[in-house]
């Protein structure tokens, strides 16, 4: 099946171009535009995996659509048309150097924390005697910084952010703030779909003008974890693992296969069956994410369809 791991497009009006863990970033200068180009790279533990999932770009551009579209009440974002499945333009700006990461329960890199006796995670106390998967009291913020050049991100605290001077005290309340009221509406937008929204994570920029606008994807499986409602009681109370709509599934197929993005594990070889399972449960988790079937487009000349699609736009904006 073929996917997009990698673009070389020369738009018009482009002025350069940065390449992220999962998406292409081509800047147009004059107009002030992003174009960014979600490929079907799969990342996990920082590491961009060897093989590309089929669909996978497309369904989070399209995720991140729709939940841009049904947020922008609250935090006015970067997004101005989606020209191609796998393509989202909008305002170019200058991004935080933090990822707002919020947690509603004790899952994933917090449980692991957790588990290994630590009872704080950036300058947040957890409390004593929680199992993994519970919920929080109160969702916590645990930003980390945003890594360049496939470096790791690392956590950090409210704290170190204001002391090191990464954002302005005034800008950090405001993003606390939109990170809250964001997680609150994607756990109303979850508990519609019979899920549990159980942590993500929000990047922002500045525009020219100085106004905060949300960037990048937002409550995709790549940026998000979410449970399934129905049964999730019933599965803490036993103990069990919770179902998953993440791409957490992924991190423990790597785990089982002795990779965790450390330095000398080398990435396990997947198999076109497993691939194809890969690219099934993207398409599960964007059905039940979004409450819309999922509609493949075509890929048999991805790379030129993206282009055309998006020299049309630009050509007519």
């Not at 991140?64 to 579209?69: D, F, K, P, T, Y």
């Not at 009221?181 to 994607?186: A, D, N, P, V, Y």
């Not at 993500?200 to 990048?216: A, N, P, Q, S």
């Not at 000349?301 to 007519?316: K, S």
Request: net charge negative; aromatic share 8%; charged share 30%.
């Amino acid at each position: 099946m073929k996917t997009i791991t990698k673009t070389a497009y020369q738009f018009t009006g482009q002025t350069k171009v940065y390449q992220g863990k999962v998406r292409d970033v081509y800047t147009i200068g004059k107009k002030d535009l992003l174009v960014m180009v979600a490929t079907d790279r799969l990342s996990a533990f920082d590491v961009v995996m060897p093989k590309g999932i089929p669909y996978k770009g497309q369904i989070l551009n399209q995720i991140a659509e729709q939940m841009m579209r049904d947020t922008e009440d609250i935090v006015p974002n970067w997004l101005l048309a989606t020209p191609d499945p796998n393509v989202a333009i909008g305002h170019a700006c200058e991004p935080f150097k933090v990822e707002m990461v919020i947690r509603g329960y004790l899952s994933g890199h917090a449980a692991r924390v957790y588990k290994s006796g630590k009872r704080e995670l950036c300058g947040v106390a957890m409390p004593e005697g929680m199992m993994e998967n519970d919920k929080f009291n109160e969702p916590i913020i645990t930003p980390s910084t945003k890594a360049e050049n496939g470096e790791h991100d690392e956590d950090i605290s409210r704290e170190e952010i204001l002391k090191q001077k990464i954002v302005s005290e005034a800008d950090y309340t405001m993003l606390e703030t939109y990170t809250q009221q964001l997680f609150k509406r994607g756990s109303q937008i979850a508990a519609e779909r019979d899920l549990i929204l159980v942590d993500t994570k929000y990047e922002f920029g500045k525009t020219k003008d100085g106004k905060i606008v949300l960037i990048d994807e937002i409550h995709t499986p790549d940026s998000s974890r979410y449970f399934y409602a129905d049964g999730y009681r019933q599965r803490q109370e036993k103990g069990l693992a919770q179902k998953q709509l993440s791409k957490e599934f992924v991190r423990q197929w790597l785990i089982q296969n002795n990779f965790q993005g450390k330095a000398g594990q080398k990435v396990p070889e997947m198999n076109e069956e497993y691939i194809v399972s890969v690219s099934e449960r993207y398409i599960e988790l964007y059905e039940n994410i979004t409450g819309h079937a999922f509609e493949k487009a075509p890929i048999t000349d991805i790379e030129n369809r993206i282009q055309e699609n998006v020299e049309t736009w630009l050509q007519e904006h």
